[in-house]
Each structure stands twice: as structure tokens, then as C-alpha cells.
């Protein structure tokens, strides 16, 4: 698994997007989660499989699955971590896809991190410092979201 995944994350980012309209369903429903350590820096998780590879932790919704279940056992499954939901920061719909995402403020409660396949380490930057990530809306969001807790 982890070496397709490596292979996946080769490709071009609209393999990825062509890919993902092809397999899921026409709109889809995500959740991610924003934490914030006491420093005020963001909780970012370096995905396997991506060509950018820093995110934030987030994750689809299952069938009849509700978003807090769905963000609690995302970030289980991917760092062996439980979070606590504090609440819905708000929902977007992507521009780069047919999806929306449910975002919400977390705090880790649990657990210590353990490598998974999608997930190969975590760190908490400054805002002011990002790394590459993925798409620009998560950078966006991040800054919209020091703001709005503020």
C-alpha cells in the first residue's frame, strides 16, 4: 500500500482531481479539523500520497455517518490520537472540486502519534510560516480561522 501510495503522490495534481470525479460521487461531504497549539501554531499533517504533501487532518464522511464521528475517527485512523470536537468553525465548498467540508475546532485529548500510511508525521507551524500545501484555500481558511477564534 505505502508504495502505491508513493506512486500516487508522483502524479500530476489533475491525475488526482480527473481520478477523484471518476471514482466518487458526484458531490461529496469532507470534515477537517483546526488545532491550534498554545503558541497559536496550526496542526498540519504530512500526507503520503500527496504531491503537496502538508494538510490539514481531515477526512471523508462515511455513509450515515455524522461529521463529529466522522473528524474523531479520521484522526484516530490516521494517528492513532483522539480529538475532541469544540466546535463547527464553518462549512465550504471547494472551487476545486464537488465537495463540501465541515471544519471544526479540535484539541488533542489523547494518544501519542503513530505513523500510518496515509499520515507520516505531524507538526505544529506558525501561520506566518506554512509549508507548500496542496490547495490555496487551506492556507486561506487557516488565516480566516486565527480571526474568527480570536
Known sequence: MKKILRI???LPLWVHFLAAKIVRPKFRAAVAAVIFDEQGRILLFKHTYRKFEWGLPAGGLEHREQP???????????TGMQVQVERLLTAVSAREDHHISMIYL?????????????????????VTELPAMMLTAEKELIQWAVKEIK
Open 68 to 78: 463529529i464521528d466522522a473528524i474523531q475517527r479520521e484522526f484516530l485512523e490516521e
Open 8 to 10: 500516487w503522490s508522483k
Open 106 to 126: 479540535c484539541k488533542i485529548v489523547s494518544g501519542e502519534f503513530k505513523e500510518s500510511h496515509e499520515i507520516s508525521e505531524m507538526r505544529y507551524f506558525p
